[in-house]
Structures are given as structure tokens and as C-alpha cells.
């Protein structure tokens, strides 16, 4: 027969408890690392620190771009998020979005000490045209400051199609010979110009309509 005394079973319940709560921490942490690191999650950049952050399906904002997997690519693209909760598209090499697109949680004051510390230059062209700052995604899926943009573009990966940001609406980007293109030394190449059709899924694909701009005869530079 047990013996114990009510102090003693106190401090065995209590020890418990704190156990289960260590537990339940641990698999806390475990699981958003997991959410982070096992190449599902949801991530956010950070322009401001120049990192990856983890984002709850939750907490993700609507219009905003995210880094999450893409099934039918079998990896990590770039997205807008839509009201559905599915993600638009892949972004891919070249794209242009303004900071705000990167879901940065900062006050417009911390976000232009911070602009003022990485590039002056565009700080100070900012506070004299209120022109916003945008980013662009490099060769490596990696978002890298486009000091001498002035609106968003986007060049989608899965179809090799392209718009730009005119008045507040995307209009397709094309050619005299396609309205598809690759991306071949930094340059947009119109497909059926004579340059390899690689990198570029086959398959159509719609997006925001309005109008289009045209590259006649030949590459257009992404930046």
C-alpha cells in the first residue's frame, strides 16, 4: 500500500506536469521546424534582415508573395497568395515586386532607417519621387534590391509567360514572334527566335489581362 503523503504526491504531480508541458513545448518547436525546414512550409523574405522566415498558413496575407513548394514543379517557387488560399503561378528569374508584396512587418519609419543603411541611394531617390522600392528575383530564386525599378513585373515559370504592371494592372509582355519567352543570359528571349526552348514547362496558362507591350524582333533585357 502506498504510503505517500499528500505533499509527496503533490510534488509527483507536479513534476508530471511539468514533464507533459516540456513535451508538449518540444513538439511544438519540432513541428515548426519541420514546418520550416522540410521544404513545405510557407516562407516569407525578409529584405530587411536578408533572411527566410517561417510563416503559419494563418498568418499568410492574401496578395502578398510566398516561398512554398510547388507540386507540379517538385520544388520551392515563389507565388502570389490568392483568396482561395491556393498560390498563383511560379515566379520566375527577372520577376519584379515592390517590398510591401514581401509581407515586411515594419513601420514605413524603421523600413527607411533600414533603406537608408543597405542603399542610400535608393532612400534618398524615395524620399524625393515617394517612388516605392522594389526587389528582383535573381538566377538562384533569391530576392536581390532593384535599385532602378519603377514597377512590378512578373515572369511566370510553368508557361514562360510575362507582364508588367501598367496603371495598376498587369498587361502581357509580347513579341513579334511568341507571347512565351526564356531566359538566356539575363535577357528575356521570345520563343521561336532561334534560342533553346529550355527551362520552360509546356503548357498554357492565363493571367491578369489588360493590353500588351510589345519587344519587337528580338530579347528583352529583365532589368
Not at 515592390?98 to 532607417?113: C, F, I, P, W, Y
Not at 532593384?146 to 504592371?165: K, L, P, Q, Y
Not at 498554357?204 to 524582333?217: D, V
Request: hydrophobic content about 35%; some cysteine.
Amino acid at each position: 500500500m502506498d504510503s505517500a503523503t499528500p505533499s509527496t504526491c503533490a510534488r509527483r504531480v507536479g513534476k508530471a506536469l511539468l514533464l507533459t508541458i516540456a513535451v508538449c513545448l518540444s513538439w511544438a518547436v519540432t513541428a515548426d521546424r519541420a514546418n520550416a525546414g522540410d521544404g513545405r512550409g510557407i516562407l516569407r523574405f525578409d529584405p530587411l534582415t536578408n533572411q527566410l522566415v517561417p510563416v503559419a498558413p494563418g498568418d499568410a496575407k492574401v496578395g502578398n508573395v510566398y516561398s512554398h513548394f510547388s507540386e507540379r514543379l517538385n520544388r520551392r517557387v515563389w507565388s502570389y497568395l490568392q483568396p482561395s488560399g491556393d498560390f498563383w503561378y511560379a515566379m520566375g528569374e527577372g520577376t519584379t515586386q515592390q517590398a510591401l508584396r514581401l509581407d515586411v512587418n515594419v513601420s514605413r519609419k524603421e523600413g527607411m532607417t533600414r533603406l537608408e543603411q543597405i542603399a542610400p541611394r535608393v532612400a534618398s531617390r524615395r524620399r524625393v519621387t515617394g517612388r516605392g522600392v522594389y526587389f528582383r528575383l535573381d538566377a538562384d530564386d533569391r530576392w536581390v534590391l532593384a535599385d532602378m525599378a519603377s514597377h512590378a513585373t512578373i515572369f511566370n515559370a510553368e508557361t514562360g509567360h510575362r507582364w508588367e504592371s501598367v496603371n495598376g494592372k498587369y498587361i502581357p509582355v509580347v513579341s513579334s514572334y511568341s507571347n512565351r519567352w526564356i531566359v538566356h543570359a539575363g535577357r528575356y528571349v521570345p520563343m521561336g527566335s532561334g534560342m533553346p526552348m529550355q527551362g520552360v514547362v509546356s503548357m498554357e496558362g492565363t493571367g491578369p489581362a489588360g493590353g500588351c507591350r510589345s519587344c519587337e524582333g528580338g530579347a528583352c533585357p529583365y532589368f
